[in-house]
């Protein structure tokens, strides 16, 4: 069976056996690399940004900040660069044409073949991607954080990261995942993309989003079984975390909480996790994020309002509207464009404010709301969040958040790492 | 024309409806969201951006609900507090939350 990713590219799998990566790697100058660098190593390596195969050269960086396309104008939006100093260059003597070792936490990772070399004015990355060079903004802050060289090149892991649970129940490669779907019988599958434990609003976005993706698509066989061929993949994006926010677990275990409490039926709906800094880029991070899910192999993702943003730096819709400047079939999977759903007291429910009409009456509500609600000791009522899914979230708390489900400063500290890389034996 | 004011939402714990109860004032409580009690305090712009200023943890949900959350359970009791003594959830209730000493800079939690 052929693979084929964004940009109709194979996925290529970049993975060394350990007695190949052994050898490999003996003799090799080592670069201990960032989580993020890590992260984006592990996502190089396994295809999850076909049809890169390797940290970008200047070329491509080019590129996607000029107009927003790889050299060879395959439509890409956020440059992935691999950023080292210039002395730490200077020091261990690494040139164009050699490979280096990548270690993370003391143990090798990767190696990088260096193509290139090179020097790149961040503020037109931050300009031209993010829209500012606002130092305010967190995504400015990871590229003038980013040290003063980068280097171009191919990726090969060279070791197997263990993940800790519960992440290693959750992590799929796009391989894998296309695997899945086709056991699960899936020929249209919605992306939710989420950082957040799901209350019933975000329940119903996936719900009208798989609503919209199965389209006229037929619902029962000849038999009149019922063969429903779609299915929503929650991939819950896996980064750096702040003091406040959700800890990853308590997300992860909340939306399969919502699985196992059959809120969906068990052949509609998997949860699964994506390992990826955030950029907060909005529109351009959308258009990412949906060749991200294109290569996992999903054919439709759900983008609901100022997705990926911060602040007040993008549009409301301007996620919604980027989709719309992309040429004809530079893009396979479609994005499903959502607005808010909310309850209304008068329709007793959690409704669509787009079919709603009690919008005087109808009362908001938002992921931010509801941790109030858990902060003030309060359990929210089943129509706003599923019981299981509060109790998931507090089962989270005790294990993994040191008696709490938001981020604390103990948590950041102390937390169990989401993968270790183990020595090379 | 009456000035624009923004809700802070106490929401209703077993621990605060009884002090609601015990000052006669359940009925202060508003219900939302299919059965959950609130008490919707009404801050100015002005509050809005001092308490902003003071509670760093806090956050204004522009997006949204146009509500100021995340305040710390603690800062909330104490804002209920000074609301059933001024039998008030207006403005002139957070006047006096703000003359408070203890939350009177900016708040570590």
Redesign the interface.
Known sequence: MAYIGHGGKEIVERVMSPSEAKEKIKGLTSVEISNRAAYECIDLAYGFFTPLEGFMCKADVDAVCEKMTLADGTVWSIPIVFDIDSKEIEEKGIKVGDTILLTYTGNPLAILDVEEIYEYEKDKISQAVLGTTDEKHPGVRMVNRMKDRFIGGKITLVNQIKLNSPFDQFFYTPKQLRDKFAQLGWERIVAHQTRNVPHTGHEWLMKGAWFCSHGDAPVVDKDDNVRLGTGVLVSCIIGPKRTGDYIDEAILLAHQALHEGRYFREDVHMVSIALWHMRYAGPKEAIFHAILRANLGCTHHMFGRDHAGVGDYYETYGAHRIFDDLPEGALKLKPIRVLEWWYCPLCAEVTYSGLCGHSKERQKFSGTLIRSIIKDGVKPTRLIMRPEVFDAVMESADKYGFGTPFCTEEYLEKRQPVFEVPPLD | MAEETYPI?????E?RYAKLQEAGLADMAKE?????KVLELRVTPEQKDEILKRFP?A?F?????K?I?????EV?DKMLEVAIEKKSVGPDAMEEFLKIEEFSKKYAS
């Open positions: 939402n106490v929401w209703i714990n621990e939302k969201l299919a059965g959950m943890m956050k949900d522009a997006s949204t609900t509500s959350e995340l305040l710390p359970r909330k």
